[in-house]
C-alpha cells in the first residue's frame, strides 16, 4: 500500500476504506460560524448542541497507508469548539468516545458513514449534554438487518467491490416509543423510522429514515415535552432513533435540500432544542448552513 488514493479514498489496513479528511472551506466556514453565532444570539431561550462527528480518517489514522497525508480534523473541530461554545453553544465531543471504541465497529469499511454502533457511544456522550437522566436510559440490542453491505467509498473507488458487511440497527429491550414519521415534502408517513425497502437497494444505508429529505417531522409518544430540532447531514439519520423516547417531536432539517423559513418553523413546532448534527468532511465544506439560519 502506498499513499495513493482512489476519488479520494485511501486502502487502508484491515479492508478499510478511507476517505480523505476534507479541506476547511474557510468562506464558507466563516459565513457558517458567523450565522450559527448569530442565530444562538436570536434564540437564547433555546437551549443548543453541536456534535461534529470525526471521520474514519482521522479515528482510525493508524489503518491509512503509509505516508498518507490528510488535513488535520481535530484542529478544524478544536476552533469550532471553541467559536460555539463562546456563542452559549454546548459542544459534544463525540471525538473523546470514538477515540476510546476506535478498535470495535464503530466505521464501515467500505461506506463513509460511521455504524449503528458509533452513533450508538456518541449518544451516550451526548445523553448528559441534552439532559437525558441515566436512569432514563433506555436498553438497546442489535439486530442485523442485512449481511450484503457495500458502500459508497467502494463504489467511488473501485476498491473491495466484493466485500459484504453487516448494517445492523439497536431496537429498545422494552418500552418502545411509537413515532410517526412524516416526511413533509413528499407528503409520506410511515409508523417507523427504517425503510426496508431501501435494503434492496444498492445504497442501503438508506434504510435509516428513508434517506436524505429536506424536512421530516417525527412525531412519539414520548411524555416529556420538549421539541428537538436537529440540523443535519446522513450521520444523523442512523443517531435519531436513539432520541425518540426523551422527545414529544423531532424535526429534521438538512440544509443541503431545505428552503422553508426556519424562523417560522421553530415557532410553529415549539422548538425547545436545536441540535447540530454532522460529520466533518460534510460540516467544514458546507456552503448551506448559513443561508438557512439566515434571518428573513
Avoid at 29 to 37: C, G, I
Avoid at 91 to 109: C, F, G, M, S, V
Wanted: hydrophobic share 35%.
Amino acid at each position: 500500500m502506498g499513499k495513493k488514493d482512489s476519488n479520494g479514498v485511501f486502502k487502508g489496513a484491515d479492508g478499510y476504506l478511507l476517505e480523505e479528511i476534507s479541506v476547511l472551506d474557510e468562506a464558507s466556514y466563516k459565513e457558517n460560524m458567523d450565522a450559527v453565532t448569530a442565530f444562538a444570539a436570536r434564540y437564547p431561550d433555546l437551549k443548543m448542541y453541536m456534535l461534529i462527528a470525526p471521520n474514519a480518517a482521522n479515528i482510525l489514522k493508524e489503518k491509512l497507508p503509509a505516508f498518507a497525508a490528510t488535513e488535520d480534523q481535530n484542529a478544524q473541530l478544536k476552533r469550532t469548539e471553541e467559536i460555539v461554545s463562546a456563542a452559549g453553544i454546548q459542544w459534544i465531543d463525540a471525538a473523546k468516545t470514538l477515540n476510546q471504541h476506535k478498535n470495535e465497529e464503530i466505521y464501515y469499511r467500505t461506506d463513509h458513514h460511521w455504524t449503528i454502533k458509533g452513533a450508538y457511544y456518541a449518544f451516550q456522550e451526548a445523553a448528559g449534554a441534552l439532559g437525558i437522566l441515566q436512569e432514563e436510559m433506555t436498553a438497546f440490542v442489535p439486530h442485523t438487518v442485512t449481511e450484503e453491505f457495500n458502500g459508497t467509498l467502494s463504489a467511488t473507488s473501485g476498491y473491495e467491490r466484493s466485500r459484504r458487511e453487516n448494517i445492523d440497527i439497536y431496537l429498545p429491550e422494552k418500552n418502545d416509543t411509537e413515532v410517526v414519521v412524516n416526511y413533509v415534502e413528499e407528503k409520506e408517513k410511515s409508523a417507523s423510522m427504517y425503510s426496508s425497502e431501501k435494503l434492496e437497494e444498492k445504497d442501503k444505508y438508506g434504510m435509516f429514515l428513508n434517506g436524505n429529505h429536506a424536512l421530516v417531522d417525527i412525531k412519539t409518544t414520548s411524555e416529556k415535552n420538549r421539541r428537538l430540532l436537529i440540523l443535519k447531514d446522513s450521520y444523523a439519520n442512523c443517531f435519531v432513533p436513539f432520541l425518540t423516547p426523551y422527545y414529544r417531536e423531532i424535526v429534521l432539517v438538512d440544509p443541503r435540500y431545505y428552503y422553508g423559513d426556519l424562523d417560522d418553523l421553530i415557532e410553529e413546532d415549539r422548538i425547545t432544542d436545536v441540535l447540530f448534527l454532522y460529520n466533518g468532511n460534510t460540516f467544514f465544506t458546507d456552503n448551506n448552513l448559513s443561508g438557512v439560519l439566515a434571518s428573513e
